[in-house]
């Protein structure tokens, strides 16, 4: 399966970290995270390197192993540095296993790469994509090492921890001549179908005689003749370190396929094996193993995961369970939890580095509490990504394009105190115990291991791996006599040489200073502070007194910090300040600089304030600026306008000439404070709308609406208005074309019908508007001319209607007519229920694919909801039982299009927009890989030579065949199905193909 992966190559392999030699890699842009509480580190998958994985930490927890490695020094292995000097041999594979293991023992990240080691073996990216099996890999790793360790002092390092003997015997019933046959082995292989445990299958092997008599008898050679005999096998040398490998892969001769064996099968902690060897003076204890590493395989024959269970022998481990336990237990016996805060919390403490898309959290916590966070902590709580998160990030990290989140580094220190003050029974870190003390020294504890992931486990736990698609697949026994000793304790020095000692002291010392920057890098923000004492108030807005270089300072802060440490340093940064200080959020607008709302909760992060990078921060006392007060908030935006009038001369008297001026207005002041700016008693005031490409309008404000304000208008900042003097002699506004606009334009209106299903006087009415009229109050003003209840107004919203009459989604009312592309002189509905909010999708679906008009149901979701959720919904308001359901998305033809495979995905994730429709189809997906088809067999009916076509639509076959369609097959795509007649073929026309 490996071929030749292993063997030396001392041209062209990889040479050190330091990149010496090796193609480039991408670099990643935050380094490695440092070791979790367990105090180890796993190893990073490659792709599919799992297995290679497993079987090194399982060599790394054998100390004899490790440390038999670590005394071959330089002057016989050489340096990954003379590699390329033409006379040096370097013995790569040794060396960068060193390398790792110093890693594993040393280095403070929370998982380690192979990539140097699988260099060495000449590994391609395709290679460490591929599964292989981890039985093969450890005999052929271990005849690498032997290759690449001759001529040195551990040329027998393999044979002297690993290798043990066999011997078989054949014993004549005649003349009791033995003969005998000796093996080595590296492993046992023992059998797991038909028996209970690794005893029996011992027994079976090494205790019980196979007889030859009867039809079965053995040629003695002494004897010369076919007598009676017995054959049996005993374990003549027992290695230090015994592999067993299971064999739970089996081929089934009836189907013709390999399957997995995934029955009950115990093997124990300890062992005795005395049974299972030749007689000998050896004491009873030299037989006697402990089990201190089981490599476990999760899946079918075709396809897996790997993981270990291993005995951290030297005690490098704390052992104490997280709170995750705590948490997922609670989740788990729950129905209901109250407090989103521990249930996003027990979700991340069960992920690798405690990190997770974003993108994934809200299913992660779907799987695990059975609700989703928009049914039940949306309304309390907020959305999660922009409040909830932001509001605890003392708690949660999330990074700097916010596509992951993370749990804080300071979590696991705060969950040790926690379970404490619970009075949850934790233990102590084992390293902090001194030695000799009560902490189990003959019983270390068990970690489980899954690739970068690792995790204390207990002993019982190991009897989970007895049975079932995952289960035990190669088990490590240790003699009970090996000893270790004391100072090899919890020190993860202990016989390391001294040149990695250095290496990886400088690789931490590198490590905490690219944290350092990154941290610094991701968690501080510059903020804009603008000093009240260097602005003047004037034209509506704030403005520098000299200049901008005087009156904004830039500041870099840690935005983990609190609001009260930001204004102590700008405290620290005003000596000359004296008396209050307040700080308040600002923005810069086109008239100006404009105070919005100020800051508040001395005791709160930035985060949790909500200061984001790049903030303009005001600083003054609150009240005035310059002896001025300052209006403050969204509702008195000042808006630059510019506003069109007749040019006066010095006398006050206008000129026929229209002039263009910028005029400052706050939002919420009325339309009619137009007419003051410019001295005029009475007049008229038109807002200017582009209707089409080349083409404008000017409409003129009501008399009614003159008290309205400038927002409710729907100007905006760059927005045109025209003044016409009420007592000009020229009645016209503006020319256009040559002629003059004197009145509303005929299309400058909206037909609101009402479908409210109400018996007012009208049924529905014209609205005046232009394209920046907002959809609420075209809704109002419709209600009132309709003489509706009051109280339709907030169990209402507007639909347009399509040329057909059908009613299309509904618009938000906080949008323009041009924002919602709504066009004037349309017709729009005036209909019972709430429009969808910013985060709500409102979807038409209808049953099957044929769609008939008028048949569409409708329906409010959340986008974040996933496809499976959405299907439910669907299902219930169409009455149907849930069942073989899924959901496809109408194409541009109105055809079914492509089916929603991705169940877990949200709405937002596909891009399911308002208005799509989709088609609730009846029949199951395939699983992920997997192909429906329509399979048809041939079979030949009546006499030869007559034939007969039975169920063939569509086809125009010969008359001489019946072709019956078989049951649809799950077929991997990879596979192919070929159905074959000794008979001229027909060639019929399937009905559909469903991939």
């Given amino acids: ?26 670099k990643p842009l935050e380094p490695p995270a440092p070791r979790e509480f367990t105090n180890l580190s796993g190893i990073r998958n490659q792709g599919g390197t799992c297995y290679l994985n497993s079987l090194l930490q399982t060599l ?16 016989e292995l050489g340096s990954l540095e003379d590699k390329d000097k033409p006379d040096a041999k370097v013995r790569i594979i040794p060396l960068q296993l060193q390398r790792l293991f110093a890693q594993l023992l040393l280095l403070d990240q929370s998982a380690a790469s192979t990539a140097d080691l699988t260099d060495s073996f000449g590994w391609t990216s395709n290679e460490e994509m591929r599964q292989h099996d981890v039985q093969e890999l450890n005999r052929i790793l271990f005849s690498a090492l032997e290759t690449s360790l001759v001529g040195t002092s551990g040329h027998d390092l393999i044979n002297r921890l690993y290798h043990g003997t066999v011997v078989n015997q054949i014993v004549c019933k005649e003349c009791k001549n033995i003969s005998e046959k000796q093996e080595d082995f590296l492993d046992l292989t023992v059998a797991v179908k038909n028996v209970s445990g690794l005893e029996d299958a011992l027994w079976n092997m090494y205790v019980e005689e196979e007889v030859f008599d009867c039809d079965n008898l053995y040629h003695c050679g002494t004897c ?32 013709c396929e390999r399957y997995k064996e995934t029955s009950c099968y115990t093997f124990p902690l300890r062992i005795n094996l005395k049974p299972f060897c030749e007689q000998s003076e050896l004491n009873d204890l030299d037989y006697v193993y402990d089990l201190f590493s089981v490599i476990i395989h999760k899946g079918g024959c075709y396809g897996g995961h790997y993981h270990v269970y291993i005995k951290d022998v030297d005690h490098l481990g704390n052992w104490q369970f997280h709170e995750a336990d705590r948490n997922l237990k609670t989740l788990e016996n729950e129905e209901d939890v109250d407090d989103p805060l521990t249930a996003l919390k027990a979700v991340l403490l069960q992920e690798e580095n405690n990190l997770i898309p974003m993108d994934q959290l809200g299913q992660k916590l779907l799987k695990k509490i059975g609700i989703s966070w928009n049914k039940k902590y949306r309304k309390q709580h907020g959305p999660l990504r922009k409040v909830f998160l932001q509001l605890h990030s003392q708690t949660f990290l999330l990074s700097s394009d916010e596509g992951t989140v993370s749990l804080q580094k300071k979590l696991s220190a705060q969950a040790e105190s926690d379970f404490q003050s619970n009075g ?5 870190m084992l390293a902090s115990k001194p030695p000799g003390s009560e902490d189990n020294a003959t019983c270390p504890h068990w970690f489980d291991i899954n690739d970068s992931r690792v995790q204390p486990i207990k002993e019982k736990d190991i009897e989970q791996q007895f049975q079932g698609k995952e289960s035990a697949y190669m088990l490590f026994y240790r003699k009970s006599q090996l000893q ?39 968690n501080n923000i510059e903020l804009h502070l603008h000093m009240g004492p260097h602005y003047h108030f004037f034209n509506g807005a704030l403005h520098p007194v000299s ?16 609001l009260g ?74 808006l630059l306008l510019h506003v069109l009038h007749l040019e006066t001369d010095g006398d006050g008297r206008r000129r026929g000439q229209v002039v263009e001026s910028p005029h400052v207005f706050p939002a919420n002041a009325e339309v009619g404070a137009v007419l003051t700016s410019l001295a005029i008693p009475a007049g008229v005031i038109l807002t200017h709308s582009a209707r089409s490409a080349g083409e404008e309008s000017w409409t003129p404000i009501p008399r009614e609406s003159m008290q309205r304000t400038f927002r409710e208008h729907g100007l905006r900042d760059g927005s045109s208005l025209l003044v016409q003097d009420a007592y000009s002699d020229d009645n016209s506004l503006l020319p256009q074309g040559g002629k003059w606009i004197t009145g509303v334009s005929e299309s400058d209106w909206l037909e609101v019908r009402n479908l409210c299903q109400l018996e007012p006087e009208e049924k529905q009415v014209k609205i005046s508007a232009t394209v920046n009229t907002v959809v609420f109050d075209i809704r109002i ?41 709504v066009k004037l002189g349309s017709s729009l509905g005036l209909c019972l229920g709430k429009a969808p909010t910013s985060s709500q999708l409102f979807l038409f679906f209808a049953l099957g694919s044929d769609i008939q008009p008028g048949t569409e149901m409708e329906v409010i979701v959340e986008e974040t909801l996933s496809v499976r959720d959405c299907l439910k919904i669907m299902l219930e308001k169409s009455g149907l039982p849930r069942g073989a359901w899924h959901l496809r998305k109408m194409d541009w033809c109105y055809e079914a299009g492509e089916p929603l495979c991705e169940e877990d995905a949200t709405l937002k994730e596909l891009m399911i927009c308002s208005g799509d429709t989709l088609l609730l189809i009846e029949g199951e997906l395939p699983p992920p890989g997997f192909l429906k088809v329509p399979i048809w067999w041939h079979q030949p009916q009546g006499p030869p030579g007559r034939w007969e076509s039975e169920d063939r639509p569509h086809s125009t076959p010969a008359q001489s065949s019946c072709w019956r369609a078989a049951s649809t097959q799950e077929i991997r795509p990879s596979a192919s199905c070929v159905l074959a007649s000794a008979l001229p073929e027909p060639q019929p026309t399937p009905k559909r193909i469903h991939f």
């Fill in 547 to 562: 200049g901008p270089m005087e009156s904004m300072w830039g500041l870099t802060f840690d935005k983990r910090k609190t």
């Fill in 484 to 522: 270790r000793p004391p100072e090899a304790r919890a020190n993860p020095r202990y016989r390391v040489p001294c040149h990695l000692l250095k290496e990886m002291d400088a690789a931490n010392v590198e490590l905490q200073r690219k944290r350092t920057e990154c941290d610094s890098a991701n």
């Fill in 60 to 75: 790394h927890f054998t100390p004899e192993f490790r440390e038999a490695l670590f005394s071959l020094g330089p002057e």
């Fill in 424 to 428: 949850q029974q934790i233990l102590q």
């Fill in 224 to 255: 010369d003749r076919l007598v009676k005999a017995a054959k049996s096998a005993k374990l003549r040398k027992l290695p230090p370190f015994l592999t067993v490998s299971l064999l739970r892969f089996n081929f089934d001769f009836v189907k």
């Fill in 565 to 638: 440490d930001l204004q102590q340093s700008i405290f620290q940064l005003l000596e000359f300040w004296e008396g209050d200080m307040v700080l308040s959020v600002a923005k810069r607008v086109p008239a100006g600089l404009h105070v919005y709302q100020a800051l508040h909760g001395n005791e709160l992060t930035l985060c949790e304030v909500g200061i984001a990078d790049g903030e303009d921060i005001f600083v003054w006392n609150g009240v005035e600026v310059g002896g001025v007060q300052i209006p403050t908030g969204v509702d008195c935006e000042p």
């Fill in 781 to 821: 003003k419709a209600i009132e001319e309709l003489k509706l209840m009051k109280e339709i107004v907030e169990n209402s919203c507007l639909r347009p209607l399509d040329r057909n009459g059908k009613l299309l989604r509904p618009v938000p009312d906080s949008s323009t007519l041009e924002e919602a592309e």
């Fill in 1 to 26: 399966m490996f071929g030749d992966l292993f063997e030396e190559d001392y041209s062209s392999v990889s040479n050190n970290q330091y990149g010496k030699g090796k193609k480039l890699k991408a």
